[in-house]
């Protein structure tokens, strides 16, 4: 999981869920919490849940 921009003005983050890697627009993010499963984490988003392998620590804002 890591920040990224594309060309537009429009702030993403890169997920990578299994096979697949998502480019996520920041503002259509409602949450990230944990899963009852280990390393895992829940993003939920306007329009899906998507589950995948990460730490918490990774999304802290400095």
């Known amino acids: 999981m890591k920040k990224c921009e594309a060309n537009s003005e429009e ?4 997920i ?3 096979s697949s890697i998502m480019y996520l627009p920041l503002n259509k993010i409602i949450c990230i919490e944990t899963a009852p499963s280990d390393h ?7 329009n899906r849940r998507i589950e995948f392998y ?3 620590k990774g999304f802290v804002k400095n």
């Open 54 to 56: 990460s730490a918490l």
């Open 40 to 46: 895992k984490l829940i993003m939920q988003t306007m």
């Open 16 to 18: 990578k869920s299994g």
């Open 11 to 14: 702030k993403k983050i890169m």
